[in-house]
């Protein structure tokens, strides 16, 4: 098999907690690289107000991954305020060149600071861990990576740390951002809550553990409409101006006007409005059905170095999981964090409107997974918005 051709060879799996049993995860080959980027102080930015923007240029990496790999299946993942990835070693230089143009671009355009780190998977092997992947269908169109190894977590405390650091471009050139968008209003909790849920192993927690936990914790989430997804089966509302305007604008001027830019975000968004208002296509889009696309490529869920959900919840469910998750981790088996906040915010990837592969990451719009991992990390575990 090709180097190249190791991710998209993997078969997808459709069953979510299938991916809770041993075996379901593949180790990335070895020469392989693994790069992440994520804000600093993005907390700070939170309580700024500014999540949407945190969340857009967190996804931002993944966007710019897209475009530069031209076609070649790689894995990625969200994470809220960054992202992780692993491309062939054939697109090591590729992959420092995006993240180093992320970073200058991040700062000129935000001022914001946006670390980042490459390494090969050698090296996190030769600390004791790994990086295994699988594929998530979450649709018959598109499909999410799932990681587990803990080699990613230690990439990440490695790159807050300062090591692997891959410095910012001395040249600010905006990297190829195309179809990376923010339009969509946040979604109001229909249910009691958008309760955002990070929970991770222990090191040297017994073998089995953790699939144990994570299976009782999707067994409640199971219980839910929809298994608490937490954007509507029609999609997301849409009202124009969108609140991303200015936001799209911005990431996508490279040296131009901001105002020009903006316009042109406008009236393609007037467009959407009017497509989207009517009950029949438009010029070959059927904004009916890409809602409803929207909805189901949405990852609401996933694996990341452990288990990662975005659940519209009554307080009983925040209850039993809470219940679960605290005697998991009195045990010492479990580190957790819960994060409840009025909405979730969708940011979006559409190559095309006109295909169905395009693919949105779905995260609580007062912090979500950020605020969750920061009451991890500092040994709390439930944080209301």
Known sequence: MAQDDFYK???????????????AFTPLPRDWMVG???IV????LIAKGRYKTVNTIGASAIAAMINAMRGTSFPYIFGGDGASFAVPPEFADTARDVLSRLRSWAS????????????????????????TVARYAVSDAADYAMFSGGGLTWAEQQMKAGGFQVAPAELPDPPDLTGLSCRWNTIPARNGMI????????????????ERITSEVLAVAEQLQRSGHPVPAEGPDFSFPPPGIDLE????????????????????????????????????????????????NADYRKFDDGLKLTLDCPEEVRAALADILERAAAARLVRYGLHQQDEALVTCIVPSVMRDDH????????????QAALQMSAGMTSTVA
């Open 9 to 23: 060879n993997l078969s997808p799996s459709k069953d979510f907690a299938a991916l809770t049993r041993s075996g």
């Open 108 to 131: 000129a355009e935000f001022d914001i600071d946006l670390r980042a780190a490459l390494l090969p998977v050698s090296w996190i092997r030769a600390e004791g861990l790994d990086v």
């Open 36 to 38: 992440c980027c994520d």
């Open 249 to 296: 604008a911005r990431i996508f001027r490279g040296q131009g006007s901001v105002i020009w830019k903006k316009l042109q975000v406008f009236l393609i968004s007037a467009f959407a409005a009017f497509a989207l208002s009517r009950k029949k296509p438009l010029a070959g889009f059927d904004a009916s059905h890409y809602r409803h696309m929207l909805a189901a």
């Open 41 to 44: 102080n993005s907390s700070e």
């Open 195 to 210: 309760l955002s849920v990070v929970v991770q192993p222990v090191p040297g927690a017994p073998s089995g553990s953790f």
């Open 359 to 370: 693919v949105h990451f779905v995260d609580g719009a007062a912090g979500g997974y950020t």
